[in-house]
């Protein structure tokens, strides 16, 4: 079969086809953009059924190779770039997109770096220092579905790497999972590269929501991502109903993994819900340290039921991937000093104060916003998010809009803003906010 450039594809089953597409692709014979035969042709030319091509087409679209445009056809997927955490190249711009903590919060590690020296550590010798692992228990225990006696933990090289690592191990590509809408970037990201099919959960004020899980569950997804507080974007906390909600959800699936997220752990001044009820038995409480000890610290503590610990492990062993002990040590030093622990306290009040201000600020000037948990404070605007950040930009402002978080690629355009303002001075604030009004004035007008 020939495409407008005479590429040929070939295959007699979905898998053969699909993986002729990939490799035309891999070897640039087919280009981003390039349109491949309707369903129709492909299945006349190739002598197989119409349905084994239309699942050809479905497996390449679920792991982006391709997208479907309906009536307009089928052609090869552009390259997308996911949004990216951290400072942008925003040369004379004010930078509030960062999602960073406030450096002058972040413990000094100096003492921690001193308490972290000792004896050398060997290959074959256990994963978890002895001294993080009991602190780590005690930190989890409270939380997790599990006795203590049976909790099993696994430390990885933070966050991020915990969901995929946890993914990997559960589901193989073109698997269902469902991810908040709006979403966390880099669960964008890992869902992208693995080639898992996102399956959107909305997100309202008490957080994923019964009903978007539910619709989820009944579309077959293996996985479930959910943040139980400081949601990013949205900064939404799961409230204790609906966790109850969402474990009755849950319940008639217990085999289903879930993946509670909860990074922002010691500096949140709301409660943990768990949406894992105790006889579930795949689950996984990660913890991160890198919001309050600083992005440079990957380390994250996961507890998980006994078989995915065993699942981990075989991805962690001794000798190849296990996180240094330099950095355990480093980490367990800064969590037993009441001095660093103070100023983690402090750091999440700050966060959630200047959240809060600057929330009231914008809804006295004619903008309203509730504050949420976390870094950053996601602001509803009455018109088009990018059309309001580009105003801003022309008033010296780089903000990020809800667009770089929605789950479903070509969505309707977003209405909100991510701020990340906990850094600004009362002038800053002042004029951030007068501008974001104007902005959104010209906008609307």
């Not at 190779?65 to 090869?76: E, Q, Y």
């Not at 921690?112 to 290959?123: D, K, N």
């Not at 590269?193 to 569950?217: C, K, N, Q």
């Amino acid at each position: 079969m020939s495409t407008d450039s005479d590429v040929v594809i070939s295959g007699g089953t979905a898998a053969e086809i699909a993986d002729s597409v990939r490799a035309l692709v891999d070897r640039g014979e087919l280009v981003p953009g390039q349109s491949l035969p309707p369903v129709r042709a492909l299945a006349e030319q190739l002598g197989i059924n119409r349905n084994t091509a239309v699942a050809a087409y479905r497996t390449l679209a679920r792991s982006g190779v391709v997208v479907s445009l309906g009536r307009a056809g089928t052609r090869v997927a552009q390259r997308q770039a996911v949004a990216q955490e951290g400072f942008a190249a925003a040369g004379s711009l004010r930078d509030v997109a960062t999602g960073n903590p406030d450096p002058r919060l972040i413990p000094d590690l100096g003492p921690a770096l001193t308490a972290a020296a000792g004896r050398p550590v060997l290959y074959g010798e256990p994963v978890i220092d002895p001294g993080l692992e009991q602190w780590a228990k005690e930190w989890m225990s409270p939380d997790a579905p599990a006795e203590p006696t049976d909790l099993h933990l696994t430390l990885t090289s933070g966050a991020v790497d915990a969901v995929e690592r946890l993914l990997a191990q559960a589901l193989m590509r073109d698997d269902a999972v469902a991810l908040e809408d709006p979403c966390f970037l880099a669960s964008i990201q890992i869902a992208r590269h693995g080639g898992y099919r996102a399956v959107p959960v909305p997100v309202d004020a008490e957080g994923m929501t019964a009903d978007g899980l539910r619709a989820a569950l009944e579309q077959g997804v293996r996985a479930v991502v959910c943040t139980p507080r400081a949601q990013n974007p949205t900064g939404a906390s799961l409230s204790e109903r609906r966790a109850a909600e969402l474990r009755e959800v849950l319940a008639a699936h217990p085999y289903v993994l879930v993946i509670q997220d909860d990074y922002y752990s010691l500096l949140s001044h709301q409660p943990f819900h768990s949406i894992v009820g105790p006889a579930h038995r795949r689950w996984a409480l990660l913890r991160s340290v890198s919001k309050f000890a600083g992005p440079d610290m990957c380390l994250a503590v996961t507890a998980t039921d006994p078989e995915t610990a065993g699942r981990l492990a075989q991805r962690l062993s001794p000798g190849t991937t296990w996180v240094s002990h330099l950095l355990q040590r480093i980490t367990h030093a800064v969590l037993t000093d009441p001095a660093a622990l103070a100023l983690i306290d402090r750091a999440g009040a700050h966060y959630a104060a200047q959240n809060t201000a600057f929330a009231a600020r914008l809804t006295a000037q004619g903008l309203p916003v509730e504050a949420g948990d976390g870094m950053s404070l996601w602001a509803p605007v009455p018109v088009p998010a990018r059309v309001v950040a580009e105003r801003l930009m022309r008033r010296g402002w780089l903000v990020r809009t809800g667009d770089d978080f929605q789950l479903a690629p070509g969505a309707e355009p977003s209405h909100h803003l991510r701020l990340t303002v906990h850094d600004l001075d009362e002038e800053a604030a002042e004029r951030l906010a007068a501008d974001l009004v104007a902005a959104v004035e010209e906008s609307a007008g």
